[in-house]
């Protein structure tokens, strides 16, 4: 039971209708704002690949034409991140995870992410396919910008943003789970907002 | 990628607001009695939840301000259209109880036992606020490691810390810069970190420094980047970005 915060009032109710979508302990934001560990990369789309791996080597990769020449889905999500911010309707252009498996065989369970300035993030492989995971590479209309994660970032909305790791260079297929990057320093392994499940054990 | 992680459930607890200092007109430091605190590394942030009396909560997150071992403060900056900083810096005053859950966050921080590595702390604004504590856990920690701090503030009366900062420990250097007013007689740095700026205040990453970057996006994507320009690798450049800390 909290204690009442005394002269607290609260200022912010979300609008009727979208405070259903808001998840415990987040609130809307007009913003975009930006989170990351270090210095944003500059990758050039020339050097730039996308990559499945599997046993250690690469079982399938694609340049940038070739990524971007896939059939694409024009997003639109609710977005979490777990400082708190939530953002409704973002939009974004993204090729689907399950496009990209399709072309690799294997009996993954889980995946970790891998990036440009060696961010990783883990997850269940159940949950990067059946239309829940993309590789997005145009929010709202435009080019991804680099803060933002850009040239490509995975879209997961449906976990906390971190989940959804900028500058992705691709996915490594494992058969054992295996914690990234904020999955290391005590964020929750699975990250599911509607759970609220923001630290380990939350 | 070594993982200092936080380690067990991080519960909410509820301490007790032992005082309250005004840094600025629109920063406030409130210093809090935390009945189970497991200790907290310098950089490292908690978690502060506000009740309303029909149920209503908010949640944000806070740098910590102290240093390792001292009683556990966080400084808050008021945004004009925040919810809890309002709260916060306002309303709230000694004697009151705060919910609180932490330490968190295990990569933006200074451990203390960099050997001999300079260390080079950017500061934008209110991302002062995480290095002061490293600088108090070098201070008490009797570290002699070279520090420079490099913070940019909109004027003088926007420095926090300010009296602290003024009387720095030996071996540390303290480097602002104020984006907007500069007081008559100014000898200082004026305008925004930039790359120049950088060139000059930074250590040489011949050097083989470490920098922590704080402070609002637009801030620490200009210095990280400079700082990746003047050679630093980017494994050595740590940031914590607020852009959209509360929404407008």
């Not at chain 1, 260079?169 to 599911?192: C, I, K, S, V």
């Not at chain 2, 400084?75 to 309002?86: W, Y």
């Amino acid at each position: 039971m909290s204690p009442v915060s005394r002269g607290f009032h609260g200022r912010r109710r979300e609008p009727e209708g979208d405070a259903a979508r808001i998840p415990p302990g987040q609130y809307a934001t007009a913003d975009f704002p930006v989170l990351s560990a270090g210095p944003t990369p500059h990758t050039p789309l020339g050097e730039w690949s996308f990559a499945i791996r599997q046993s250690g080597a690469d079982a399938k990769t694609w340049s940038w034409p070739q990524l971007t020449a896939l059939p694409a889905d024009d997003v639109t999500a609710d977005i979490h991140c777990v400082t708190r911010w939530s953002k409704l309707d973002t939009r974004w252009r993204a090729v689907s995870v399950d496009t990209l498996l399709a072309q690799v065989d294997h009996q993954a369970r889980f995946v970790l992410a891998f990036c440009d300035g060696g961010y990783t993030t883990n997850l269940p492989v159940a949950d990067v396919t059946g239309g829940q995971a993309w590789v997005a590479y145009e929010y709202d209309g435009q080019p991804l910008p680099p803060e933002h994660g850009g040239p490509a970032r995975l879209l997961v909305p449906h976990l906390y943003f971190w989940k959804s790791a900028k500058w992705v260079r691709g996915l490594e297929l494992l058969a054992a789970d295996e914690p990234g990057f904020w999955e290391q320093y005590g964020y929750h392994n699975y990250g599911d907002p509607w759970r609220e499940q923001r630290y380990a054990d939350d | 990628m070594a993982g200092t992680a936080v380690r067990g459930r991080l519960t909410w607890q509820v301490a007790a607001v032992d005082a309250v200092t005004d840094e600025t007109a629109s920063v406030r430091t409130i210093q809090l009695s935390v009945p189970d605190w497991a200790g907290h590394q310098a950089g490292q942030h908690l978690d502060v939840r506000l009740t309303a009396d029909d149920g209503y909560r908010a949640e944000r997150s806070y740098s910590i301000a102290s240093a390792p071992g001292e009683p556990v403060a966080i400084t808050v900056e008021r945004l004009t259209d925040g919810e809890v900083s309002p709260y916060l810096t306002r309303e709230l005053r000694p004697g009151d109880e705060l919910e609180i859950r932490g330490p968190i966050g295990g990569y933006f921080v200074w451990p203390g036992n960099d050997g001999t590595a300079p260390l080079l702390l950017v500061a934008g604004g209110s991302g002062v606020v995480p290095l002061r504590s490293m600088l108090r856990h070098r201070r008490n920690s009797g570290s002699t490691v070279p520090v420079r701090l490099l913070y940019s503030a909109r004027s003088l009366p926007d420095v926090i810390y300010h009296a602290e900062l003024d009387q720095p420990s030996r071996g540390v250097e303290i480097i602002y810069t104020l984006t907007r007013i500069q007081p008559p007689g100014w000898t200082g740095h004026a305008g925004r970190v930039d790359a120049t700026l950088l060139a000059e205040a930074a250590w040489s990453p011949a050097e083989a420094p470490v920098a922590y970057v704080c402070g609002p996006t637009p801030f620490v994507e200009t210095a990280a980047a400079g700082l990746v320009a003047l050679g630093y690798p980017a494994q050595r450049v740590k940031t914590e970005r607020f852009g959209g800390a509360e929404p407008s």
